[in-house]
């Protein structure tokens, strides 16, 4: 677990509790060592987070507080909300109501100075009918990728010629208006960018493949110049 997804769930353990939390029970539920909550706990109290208490007594946080101002300052905020908006816009269905659903849970704990200026913000990515995203595809080529299902695609180059391809799929690319699917393509026996909008049909094969060191991911992306730690 990254350690700043600990601290969120620290602060989200303790929230809303009239009686103190032991650090022990907030280690069992995270799965980390007594030291470990006890240097995160110090480590929150020190950047402004509101947390009383002592070890081997328990902690909570001081009555009326919540996560507090801190933990997004103004910039960070505008930043989420236009985040979620392209993803909402460009990301497909499923994408889109995670960005949803995760602004109204960022919205419910914000203080009201920060919630309007995020809701003030002049950056948009309006959400028009007919796009790619709007047809699904993008929504099952993303399950594609995550259940490392095989897709049989019939694709269409730029003369308009169609080829049957049997892909892996590995990962979608955005490039500010367009998608591309990344793979590898066992007709060509090589790693293909393919675009979702030349995808004359797709048809699930039920087969699936595994994560191989030599034409997974990572080797994708050395592939096209990418560094895999860029993802």
């Not at 909570?60 to 905020?77: C, H, Q, S, T, Y």
């Not at 080529?141 to 003369?159: E, F, M, P, S």
């Not at 590898?184 to 595994?210: H, K, M, N, Y």
Request: charged fraction near 30%; aromatic fraction near 6%.
């Amino acid at each position: 677990m990254r350690r700043a997804d600990r601290l969120f769930l620290i602060i989200h353990a303790l929230r809303g509790r009239r009686s103190a939390q032991p650090a022990r029970r907030i280690a069992e539920t995270l799965g980390v060592s007594l030291r470990t909550v006890y240097r995160d706990i110090a480590d929150l109290q020190l950047s402004g987070v509101p947390i009383e208490g002592e070890a081997g007594v328990g902690y909570v946080l001081r009555k009326g507080a919540d996560i507090p101002p801190l933990m997004f300052n103004a910039d960070e905020l505008e930043a989420l909300v236009v985040g979620t908006r392209f993803v909402r816009a460009f990301g497909g269905e499923r994408l889109g109501r995670g960005a949803r659903a995760a602004l109204l849970k960022i919205n419910a704990v914000l203080p009201p100075d920060l919630r309007e200026r995020g809701r003030r913000t002049r950056i948009f990515a309006p959400e028009l009918p007919n796009r790619i995203e709007a047809t699904g595809l993008i929504d099952r080529l993303h399950g594609a990728i995550q259940a490392r299902t095989v897709l049989l695609l019939d694709y269409r180059d730029q003369h308009e010629a169609v080829t049957r391809r049997e892909v892996e799929p590995l990962c979608l690319a955005f490039w500010g208006g367009s998608w591309t699917l990344g793979g590898w393509c066992r007709l060509r026996a090589d790693f293909r960018s393919f675009r979702p909008d030349r995808i004359a049909t797709l048809a699930e094969t039920g087969q699936s493949f595994e994560d191989d060191r030599t034409r997974g991911l990572e080797a994708y992306l050395r592939s096209v110049g990418a560094e895999p730690d860029e993802r």
